[in-house]
């Protein structure tokens, strides 16, 4: 694949931005990519791995001539971020992001944008429990899913190319309003997160239970939980700051139905528990099905799995 | 390792018999195997697949001079199963089981028992989503936990055995009241499983999330419930019915947990959500250090992962 952009720059060297640039590079999408993170520590970390072409000081240096920007930091740093680099993005120039949430990014940004610059947000459904800039691999949006979220009009030419540049990265690209976004992201991600975290916080919490025997004998289920719940603290809080809506009306669907069960649980209605289980494998077939997960026992943990 | 068990009867051939089966194959732990199942067609499979010795036509046949007779059918049908094997029982056998909840197997199992036979249930604390005599493998018990549960007074001798026996099948050992395994596993256990068949089954429920934006884009958290949300119903039924206080117990330490966090992202608190992720954090670094999950991204679903 030939490349779509002369120059890129990714403001935030985490997971994300760290994946993007391997991804890019193993494609030669671009001609050059520059990086910037808030931290020193991380600026340093990726430029001993040559992460990106150039890490740069500040982000207004970053972005200087760059085609493409894209805000790789959590969504509540968003605004500050693009208020800051505004008026050093060439005219011509698109201006994305990857953040979870859509809509409170589009307010925070969106305002900062200067005539002529092409503001497309976007989403990357992609990530693991890791975090930082050693966290990346280039491998990490293939046969993933990549959300353009627009904001208004938006120019095809530009939403165009950076569709290119999402599927040369490896990912499967789709428009959505933010709205929905939102929503959709709630079911999906949002509310599954808080349940994971709630959970491990539940099982740390029991003093009758004591740390030990949670930890060892996790292979019963509990250990799942672990690995969402062990994801970034900042990104994940700004999250839930910032989609409060939708992940409260999905929390409110899931504790209705959670009642339900508990309900049949303590009737000993063992039929309508016993439907409900049937109807959920359902789904896990069709992710299978869809290539977005594995069909290898315990996700293929055991060596010798069927 | 040398012969444990002279001849060992698996009642109930599907996931958890299926790898003892394979598990004692592997050391050389039984002499002779004997299996037997409710269903003809799981007999069938398991007789082609020669997944134990002999497969007899009926409990009674293959309990015949056993040393050792473990139960492996789900918990609601552990008592009726015991009842009809009991009167075909040898002078001096142990009966064990595999069931995930204790106190109810032991009051619904132990009258039936015999005397002069040593009643000595036991949980692995092992397994997968899949089920059925195919599922099984050798390495499923690998540094996995074995909890023996003893009811009462028990034969140091016959309990001493059986530990061996699970040590060869490549567990780890442990002792535990029954009332305590019933508590940490709704814990570990049985709630998780709960959640994750309710947040499946609201993403199920929800009309303007399509089936496709559900399975396309749940590579973002969703999936690694589905994998859980896709155990057997059978099995998991029983278990909620049976260890209803426990279950409910945790249930509720859950919801107010949940509601707490609610709570927080309703009013905007990111202190308190952003203390809270960063604590669950520190479970899943025991989890991996006790060896019972892996380390890798995404459990190493991803090729590429670090």
Redesign the interface.
């Known amino acids: 694949m030939s490349r779509i952009y002369e120059r890129v720059a990714l403001i935030g060297l985490g997971l994300i931005a760290g994946s993007m640039a391997l991804a890019m590079r193993r494609r030669g999408l671009a001609g050059e990519i520059t990086g910037y993170a808030r931290s020193e520590a991380t600026r340093k970390t990726a430029a001993e791995l040559g992460l990106v072409d150039r890490v740069c000081e500040t982000a207004s240096e970053a972005v200087q001539n760059a085609d493409l920007v894209v805000l790789c930091v959590p969504v509540?740093a968003m605004g500050a971020v693009a208020a800051g680099i505004a008026p050093h993005l060439k005219k011509g120039a698109t201006l994305s992001d990857v953040g979870?949430v859509k809509r409170v990014v589009i307010k925070a940004v969106a305002p900062h944008v200067p005539d002529g610059v092409h503001f497309i947000p976007a989403h990357p459904?992609?990530?693991?429990?890791?975090s930082g800039p050693?966290?990346?691999?280039?491998?990490?949006f293939d046969n993933?899913?990549c959300?353009i979220v627009p904001d208004g009009e938006t120019s095809p030419e530009a939403k165009e190319k950076l569709r290119q540049l999402w599927l040369g990265m490896g990912a499967?690209v789709?428009e959505m309003d933010p709205d929905?976004h939102d929503?959709?992201?709630a079911?999906?991600?949002?509310?599954?997160?808080?349940?994971?975290?709630?959970?491990?916080?539940?099982?740390?919490?029991?003093a009758?239970?004591t740390?030990t025997?949670?930890?060892?004998?996790?292979?019963?289920?509990?250990?799942?939980?672990?690995?969402?719940?062990?994801?970034d603290?900042?990104m994940?809080?700004?999250v839930?700051?910032s989609n409060?809506d939708a992940?409260?009306e999905?929390?409110g669907?899931?504790?209705e139905?959670?009642f339900t069960?508990?309900r049949a649980?303590?009737t000993?209605d063992?039929n309508q528990?016993?439907d409900?289980?049937?109807?959920?494998?359902?789904?896990?077939?069709?992710?299978i099905e869809?290539g977005?997960?594995?069909d290898a026992?315990?996700?293929?943990?055991?060596?010798?799995?069927?």
Chains 1, 2 share one sequence.
Do not use: C
């Open positions: 509540g979870s459904l992609a990530g693991t429990e890791k050693t966290s990346g691999f280039a491998e990490l993933r899913w959300l499967n789709d929905h929503l959709v992201l079911v999906t991600s949002h509310v599954p997160h808080l349940i994971a975290y709630t959970m491990v916080g539940v099982a740390d919490d029991l009758r239970v740390n025997e949670v930890v060892n004998f996790s292979a019963t289920g509990f250990r799942d939980f672990t690995r969402i719940a062990a994801s603290p900042t994940w809080r700004d839930f700051l409060k992940t409260l999905i929390l669907r899931f504790t139905e959670l069960l508990q649980i303590r000993g063992g528990l016993y409900y289980f049937t109807r959920t494998r359902e789904i896990r077939r069709g992710i869809a977005q997960d594995t026992a315990n996700f293929g943990r055991n060596g010798g799995a069927k």
